[in-house]
């Protein structure tokens, strides 16, 4: 068994912190908004894909007692692969909704900024940490200035007989050019099931016309609305 290089063991553990600390911060702006994968799942993500990096450079060549011809990139391409499990139960866990899309995708980017530090690349983490940030907190708001003034965010919650209902509403809103911006549905029992909405209503068009419209379909009770109001 070779000697322990403690200058490398402690080079590797302030990865291994940094890894941490740039994890959290993604997590931060995530659990802010109330978001599941917030500061601790983040963290360990980033600490959790530093570590696996570090193994393969450190832990399995030559210096380590293992094969000269270990191939040190195969556990990071396992990481790469194996966060989108994380990733997907973070979609999965809405249903139908698309809001987790966004949590899945900085899930996955923060494995690549552990990975980063891992190698030692401090520059790439830090740079990448930062545009991971931008993206999901400045951009955010910037995106919000673009939509067309005058919009209303309206939330819905539907009653329907039928699944087949919510392809009949979704098509009602687009001929009416309303933007779905998410969508839950939950099946309570036989022909029982309950949709949640969240609209955006452009300048001109009525809340209750389109509330009136939507519970004019087959099968179809609106059970609650809220926001935006007329």
């Known amino acids: 068994m070779p000697p322990i290089d403690l200058g490398l063991q402690a080079d590797l553990a302030v990865r291994m912190l940094?890894?941490?600390?740039?994890?959290?911060?993604?997590?931060?702006?995530?659990?802010?908004?109330d978001h599941p994968a917030g500061m601790r799942t983040h963290l360990l993500v980033a600490l959790g894909s530093a570590i696996f990096t570090e193994l393969s450079i450190f832990g399995f060549g030559p210096s380590a007692g293992g094969s000269a011809n270990v191939d040190p990139t195969r556990i990071a391409a396992q990481v790469v692969s194996g966060i989108g499990f994380l990733g997907a139960g973070a979609i999965l866990k809405y249903g139908t909704s698309i809001r987790g899309l966004t949590t899945a995708a900085s899930l996955w980017a923060t494995a690549a900024v552990g990975m980063a530090v891992g190698a030692g690349s401090w520059i790439v983490a830090v740079v990448g940490a930062a545009i991971?940030?931008?993206?999901?907190?400045p951009l955010n708001s910037v995106?919000?200035?673009l939509r067309p003034q005058g919009t209303r965010e309206?939330?819905?919650r539907l009653h329907a007989g039928r699944l087949e209902v919510l392809g009949e509403v979704t098509r009602l809103l687009a001929t009416r050019r309303i933007e779905i911006g998410e969508i839950n549905s939950q099946r309570l029992g036989k022909a029982n099931y309950e949709i949640e909405m969240?609209?955006?209503?452009?300048a001109g068009v009525l809340q209750h016309q389109i509330v009136a419209e939507i519970a004019g379909l087959p099968d179809v009770e609106v059970l609650e609305t809220a926001g935006g109001e007329d």
């Open 132 to 137: 991971i940030l931008f993206s999901l907190w």
């Open 198 to 202: 969240r609209l955006r209503l452009p």
């Open 154 to 156: 309206v939330r819905l």
């Open 18 to 33: 940094i890894a941490a600390i740039l994890g959290a911060g993604i997590g931060f702006e995530r659990e802010i908004h």
């Open 143 to 145: 995106i919000a200035r």
